[in-house]
């Protein structure tokens, strides 16, 4: 079972960065890690997507070139990578995992628009963007 534990959200004012962190247990070769976060009265939005075996990346429009998502040499830590904050970017973000990766070849950006691909889940960290 893959365990997952987000950490670093906070509150910082508009313009801010902050750094997520996600750390990962679990056997996960070839999987997929994402972001997703939900803000009140707003489903699930990915966020971020990063394909470690091939080192791809895919960021929803709302964050490209804010928000960055990597992975450690040892790969027991996802970040995120966040900056110029706005306020919108308040919600609760979770890192998760699928097994299911190598199904979504050529498409894999796809994924940010199905978290239901995903069967592991952190319990989430508050990002809170305010002046």
């Known amino acids: 079972q893959v365990e997952l534990v987000e950490s670093g959200g906070g509150s910082v004012q508009p313009g801010g960065s902050l750094r997520l962190s996600c750390t990962v247990s679990?056997?996960?070769?070839?999987?997929?890690l994402g972001w997703f976060r939900q803000a009140p009265e707003k489903g699930r939005e990915g966020v971020a997507l990063i394909y470690p075996q091939l080192g791809y990346t895919f960021y929803a429009d709302s964050v490209k070139g804010r928000f960055t998502i990597s992975q450690d040499n040892d790969k027991n830590t996802i970040f995120l990578d966040m900056n110029s904050l706005k306020p919108e970017d308040t919600a609760t973000y979770y890192c998760a995992a699928t097994a299911r990766c190598a199904s979504w070849s050529y498409r894999r950006n796809l994924l940010l628009g199905r978290p239901d691909e995903f069967d592991d889940w952190g319990r989430g960290t508050q990002v809170t963007v305010s002046s």
């Open positions: 679990g056997d996960t070769f070839d999987y997929c």
